[in-house]
């Protein structure tokens, strides 16, 4: 049993830009685990905000290594993974590559999709939404309307400029631009409580659909008073990480944004889709820019979602990965086991 891993530079197609920072680029790490001739495949993308460069992403895969090479044979390895998040606690994304790719090679050997062997529902065709960073409003309508030609029935709108005005005449143009669109907005945390609730009731006019993390994480009072004040549903993101953030969320809370490099992988976001159904919270499925084949993991799991919000690969140019589509609005199944994607021509 071999786990081996490979470097690959992602560009985006436009910079994105968010409340906190602008992206133009980063890195990928591919994880294969092989075993009797049958390959697992997962991924890894550097994230400043998480700390994760390639050098750190190399140390913990050196964790990761010695955690596999402690275990004879890949099926018995789920029931282990608990003991390689609490290795990589500092480097979740790492043990969530490690964790699809353990998955997607027990799939493959069983001849079976990934959501079958996860429990979800078999699923085809699903719709996602596309995100539109911070920029000028004429440039976020001609974005609005080329992603309603291509067939998107929901927008992701990234807000927190310096200026809030921005961000409502932002969100007006692209509500003119696609009438009938579904808008998801996601300020990255950038307001305080007073500011979001003010925001967002001039905003409830557009006929919003849900707001992500309007506050920074780690301020409860305050997201327990947006929620409560604001007529929109309020999805939980960096304050929903992972299951053990979820029991100190504030009642009336929308949803939750269930992202697998966060939360540490596949059987972690199980748990916390148990979660939600217990406490009747809706689920976001959301993501990094990566390329299809950190996607098709997430998407494997949307039988199980309300809001699927995984545009990653189409913020990128050239993705390697594919067979799981989404350019149209609609991601596919692969028709291969496991997650299904494959590198180029081949697996």
């Not at 799939?107 to 995100?131: F, K, Q, Y």
């Not at 309603?148 to 400029?161: D, M, N, P, S």
């Not at 299809?292 to 140019?317: E, M, N, P």
Request: net charge negative.
């Amino acid at each position: 049993m071999r786990l081996e891993y490979r470097v690959s530079r992602l560009t985006l197609a436009e910079p994105l830009r968010i409340s906190r920072a602008a992206m133009t680029e980063r890195d990928a790490v591919w994880v294969t685990l092989s075993h009797n001739g049958i390959h697992g495949h997962g991924e890894v993308v550097t994230s400043p905000r998480l700390g994760l460069d390639v050098a750190a992403i190399e140390r913990a895969l050196a964790v990761a290594v010695a955690w596999i090479g402690e275990e004879a044979h890949p099926g018995r390895l789920p029931k282990r993974l608990p003991e390689l998040r609490m290795r990589l606690r500092n480097a979740l994304p790492v043990a969530a590559a490690v964790d699809s790719a353990v998955h997607d090679w027990i799939a493959v050997t069983a001849g079976i999709p990934l959501c079958e062997l996860l429990g979800m529902p078999i699923w085809d065709r699903v719709p996602t939404a596309c995100t539109i960073g911070i920029m000028p409003s004429p440039e976020a309508s001609g974005a609005a309307a080329r992603l309603v030609r291509a067939g998107f029935a929901t927008i992701k709108v990234k807000l927190g400029a310096a200026d809030p005005d921005e961000d409502i005449a932002r969100v007006a143009a692209i509500r003119s631009a696609a009438p009938a669109a579904a808008l998801l907005l996601d300020p990255n945390g950038a307001w305080d409580a007073d500011t979001a609730i003010a925001l967002l009731g001039r905003l409830a006019e557009f006929g919003i659909e849900a707001v992500e993390q309007p506050v920074p994480a780690g301020n409860p009072e305050e997201l327990a008073a947006v929620v409560k004040s604001v007529p929109i549903p309020i999805i939980a993101d960096e304050d929903a990480g992972a299951r053990a953030d979820l029991d100190a969320l504030p009642g009336g809370i929308g949803g939750i944004n269930i992202k697998l490099a966060e939360c540490g992988g596949l059987d972690a976001a199980l748990s916390m889709i148990e979660w939600a159904r217990r406490s009747g919270v809706a689920v976001m499925l959301g993501c990094q820019a990566s390329t299809s084949l950190s996607i098709a993991a997430a998407a494997h799991l949307s039988g199980a979602a309300r809001w699927v919000d995984l545009d990653g690969h189409l913020l990128i140019t050239g993705d390697p990965w594919h067979g799981l589509g989404g350019s149209d609005g609609l991601l596919l199944r692969p028709a291969d086991p496991g997650l299904g994607v494959r590198l180029g021509g081949g697996r």
